[in-house]
């Protein structure tokens, strides 16, 4: 069975400090992550995803991920954030043989000025 | 390309009524999923078709809940009667691929069951 573990349901951070929002996924087969984001008021769009190749993946809005397979992580990072990072961000795993997306419970992020 | 189309963006009505909400997925896309959020539950998968045919609905929560996909370019799903639990927003998603590509949000229904 495939799940996803979000660690943080909250992380408050200052403007133009470094963010890392912790993702692990539990799965017996090779899966594939993604990290979506969610502005108040509006659907979730993707941020970045990992299909296979390079660990490190970038996504937009300066934000990156590493798949991690020993550790089976997927954690989020940016350098800087800004405060129209403030969203909730969503971490997600499917592979070839699911049938669904899995979705995390979310991680609510707020930059403060 | 105009995204996934969801209608209406705001839907309040009364206990006991019947409530329906619309998606139009993006052309093209032969995956159609229905969503709920909630604070409490987090986002739910309801249900999924595929070529306009629902291949898993497990995770519609109770026969009030039902979905149709008439045609590969609209779909529909209703409760009755709606219950003040029923209040949340609801997404609908597609894409081409369920298990490899990324999936493509509309803005979501928002509704409140009083």
């Known amino acids: 069975a495939q799940s996803v573990t979000q660690l943080d349901s909250q992380v408050p951070v200052f403007e133009e400090a470094p963010v890392e929002l912790r993702c692990n996924y539990s ?5 594939y992550l993604f990290w979506y984001v969610q502005y108040p008021n509006q659907g979730l769009q993707l941020l970045l ?3 296979s190749g390079s660990t490190l993946v970038k996504g937009i809005n300066g934000f990156e991920a590493e798949f991690n397979k020993s550790q089976t992580s997927f954690h989020l990072r940016k350098p800087s954030v800004h405060i129209s990072d403030t969203a909730e961000y969503f971490c997600a795993v499917s592979s070839r043989s699911m049938n669904q997306f899995y979705f995390g419970t979310g991680t609510s992020l707020t930059v403060i000025p | 390309d105009a995204g996934v189309i969801q209608s209406p963006r705001h839907e309040v009505t009364e206990m ?11 052309s093209g896309h032969d995956y159609l999923f229905w969503y709920r959020q909630t604070m409490m539950r987090g986002l739910e998968l309801l249900i999924y078709f595929n070529n306009n045919v629902p291949i898993d609905d497990s995770g519609m929560p109770e026969d009030r809940f039902s979905a149709k996909m008439p045609n590969a370019s609209f779909s529909t799903l209703k409760i009755q009667p709606s219950e003040p639990r029923d209040s949340a927003v609801y997404f609908c998603a597609s894409n081409r691929d369920r298990g490899l ?6 803005p979501g229904t928002r509704l409140t069951v009083l």
């Open chain 2, 101 to 106: 590509g990324e999936q493509f949000f509309g």
């Open chain 1, 49 to 51: 995803k990992y299909l």
């Open chain 2, 16 to 26: 006991g009524q019947e409530v329906t909400l619309r998606c139009k997925p993006i």
């Open chain 1, 27 to 31: 799965s017996s087969v090779s899966v």
